[in-house]
T-cell receptor, first 114, second 117 residues
Framework: NAGVTQTPKFQVLKTGQSMTLQCAQD?????MSWYRQDPGMGLRLIHY???????DQGEVPNGYNVSRSTTEDFPLRLLSAAPSQTSVYFC?????????????FGAGTRLSVL | AQKITQTQPGMFVQEKEAVTLDCTYD???????LFWYKQPSSGEMIFLIY??????QNATEGRYSLNFQKARKSANLVISASQLGDSAMYFC??????????????FGRGTSLIVHP
């Protein structure tokens, strides 16, 4: 089982460049989300989706864009990269609304913006 | 809005001893789920244990147990008989449940646990 697959694993960008972080899951999970992890800050929610065609903002959405055209894929777009977006990004998925909604995480993408 | 507080940035424990990692939460929801995840130095996030807000018994999973005190809004993780492989970051998380909850968890800032031989 592949689970949640994130690509790329590492990326270096220059300020102002755009890019898309890919996330795909093969567990037929309805819920998908993006988090960023910064030292001492834990995981902070960027955007999430409760199903194809439905997305919503999390705690730190500025500078990021998402869409969900299929159940499997949930890409995260950086429109114009800034040094403040240097972070480790995690994609996660879970089954639809249930109390014990365990998150399944990808391996993460380490992004540096110069 | 939900808030998770982990007040211990770092903890040290001797191998084979027990350790408690603190977690308090703030929510106005009646129904919610509490989780602990482990992040070893390799970076992956690993689910450890879950406690539902209506569960009367504290959750246990092998050497992990969750000390749930609902009135105090605390959900401490207890690791018994610590092993060197327990050295990692530990995150407490909470997800709002029905009605109207998003089920998307909010995470605390984490506690770094180091197990000494």
């Amino acid at each position: 089982n592949a689970g949640v697959t994130q690509t790329p694993k590492f990326q270096v960008l220059k300020t102002g460049q755009s890019m898309t972080l890919q996330c795909a899951q093969d567990m037929n999970h309805e819920y998908m989300s993006w988090y960023r992890q910064d030292p001492g800050m834990g995981l902070r929610l960027i955007h999430y989706s409760v199903g194809a065609g439905i997305t919503d903002q999390g705690e730190v959405p500025n500078g990021y864009n998402v869409s969900r055209s299929t159940t499997e894929d949930f890409p995260l777009r950086l429109l114009s990269a800034a040094p403040s977006q240097t972070s480790v990004y995690f994609c996660a998925s879970s089954h639809r609304a249930r109390a014990k909604n365990i998150q399944y995480f990808g391996a993460g993408t380490r992004l540096s913006v110069l | 809005a939900q808030k998770i507080t982990q007040t211990q940035p770092g903890m040290f424990v001797q191998e084979k001893e027990a350790v408690t990692l603190d977690c308090t939460y703030d929510t106005s929801d009646q129904s919610y789920g509490l989780f602990w995840y482990k992040q070893p130095s390799s970076g992956e996030m690993i689910f450890l244990i879950y406690q539902g807000s209506y569960d009367e018994q504290n959750a246990t999973e092998g050497r992990y147990s969750l000390n749930f005190q609902k009135a105090r809004k605390s959900a401490n993780l207890v690791i018994s008989a610590s092993q060197l492989g327990d050295s990692a970051m530990y995150f407490c998380a909470m997800s709002p449940g029905p009605p109207g909850g998003s089920y998307i968890p909010t995470f605390g800032r984490g506690t770094s646990l180091i197990v000494h031989p």
